[in-house]
């Protein structure tokens, strides 16, 4: 197994129907780092409930710390000369199980209709507080 891990160590828990036998912190954490998935935490879980941080933020050069100059150039690439595709640097692990993690830059056009299966940058206001939040779904 590519997490260092012999494999009956984890299909031994998971094929429990007992529920007797439990994981090793070492065994935890050897699954936590090979799947970037923190330990004891759901995936897609991982902040608390309610209007936080925003799990999604346009990039501003003149904030953000600056990204490479390889990556700089995919995103003039990508957006070429068309207006509203924009670079934005997801924050969270929402989306952790399509493989976008913490500080990737996701390109976003806001002139493309959403089709059944895209991903989904939307703005969510708290209707007490009238804070806003930014998601991706």
Do not use: C, H
Request: charged share 25%.
């Amino acid at each position: 197994m590519n997490a260092g891990l012999a494999a009956s160590t984890v299909t031994r828990y998971m094929n429990d129907k007992s529920g007797k036998l439990s994981v090793t912190e070492r065994t935890l954490e050897a699954l936590a780092v090979y799947s970037g998935i923190p330990k004891n935490v759901l995936p897609g879980q991982r902040r608390l409930p309610g209007f936080g941080e925003s799990e999604t933020v346009p990039y501003d050069d003149k904030q953000d710390e600056r990204l490479p100059d390889w990556v700089l150039a995919a995103i003039q690439a990508n957006r070429g000369n068309r207006n509203g595709v924009e670079p934005w640097l997801m924050k969270s692990w929402a989306l952790d199980q399509l493989g976008i993690l913490p500080g990737d830059v996701l390109m976003i056009d806001q002139n493309r209709r959403p089709k059944a299966g895209d991903i989904v940058v939307a703005q969510l206001t708290d209707p007490v507080t009238q804070r806003t939040e930014t998601v991706m779904r």
